[in-house]
Structures are given as structure tokens and as C-alpha cells.
């Protein structure tokens, strides 16, 4: 079973950048899609971002483009999500989740982590 974990959650100022990362074990990410989540405080869990097992396609929302970059190391079962310019309405517990194979349907993603914190406030 595919296994994640969330790190590099944090406390930011508005304008800032934090670099999240997702470990996987259990199986290889060569086969599997990445999806980044995230739940504010009263508010349902939304899609982020997404990246295909290969890395070549990736999707954003849209209150996160041109801000936020996913990326993807197989070699070393990681994927990132580097978020520059952020924003008090991006606060909230992120987290990673998989699927094998491709979508960009946010509901097709499951294996979640436990979450890590994002607090962007001055």
C-alpha cells in the first residue's frame, strides 16, 4: 500500500515561499500520480495540484497558479511543492495524496498523508 508523508509546513509572512515535500513508500512513484490538498479552518479540503507518475503533465487551481510548482523525483520516491508569493488564504493543513496511473479528477486521489501546517501570516 502506497504510504505519504507531508514535511516543511511552517509559519510564513505574506509574500513569502515555503518548500513542502511528500515521501512515498511502499511502491514506486514511476506508477503513481501525486496529488497536494489542502484544508483551511471551517472549509472543505481542495485540490492544489497534481503531477503525472512520469512528471509530465501537471495541473493547478486556479488561485495557485503562476505561484505554486509541483515537482518530482522518482529516483527518490519525493514529490515537492514549492509556493512563492503566499498569501493568508493559502493557511491551511496541505496534504498529499496518490493514485496509480493519471488524473486530474482531485476525487480520484486517495492514500492520503497526515497533513503539514501552512500558517502565512504578518
Known amino acids: 500500500q502506497l504510504q505519504l508523508v507531508e514535511s516543511g509546513g511552517g509559519l510564513v509572512q505574506p509574500g513569502g515561499s515555503l518548500r513542502l515535500s511528500c515521501t512515498a513508500s511502499?511502491?514506486?512513484?514511476?506508477?503513481?500520480?501525486i496529488g497536494w490538498f489542502r484544508q483551511a479552518p471551517g472549509k472543505e479540503r481542495e485540490g492544489v495540484s497534481c503531477?503525472?507518475?512520469?512528471?509530465?503533465?501537471?495541473n493547478y487551481t486556479g488561485s495557485v497558479k503562476g505561484r505554486f510548482t509541483i515537482s518530482k523525483d522518482n529516483a527518490k520516491n519525493m514529490v515537492y511543492l514549492q509556493m512563492n508569493s503566499l498569501k493568508p488564504e493559502d493557511t491551511g493543513v496541505y496534504y498529499c495524496?496518490?493514485?496509480?496511473?493519471?488524473?486530474?479528477?482531485?476525487?480520484?486521489?486517495?492514500?492520503w498523508g497526515q497533513g503539514t501546517q501552512v500558517a502565512v501570516s504578518s
Open positions: 511502499g511502491f514506486s512513484l514511476d506508477y503513481y500520480s
Open positions: 503531477i503525472s507518475p512520469r512528471g509530465g503533465i501537471t
Open positions: 495524496a496518490g493514485r496509480r496511473g493519471w488524473s486530474s479528477r482531485w476525487s480520484d486521489y486517495n492514500s
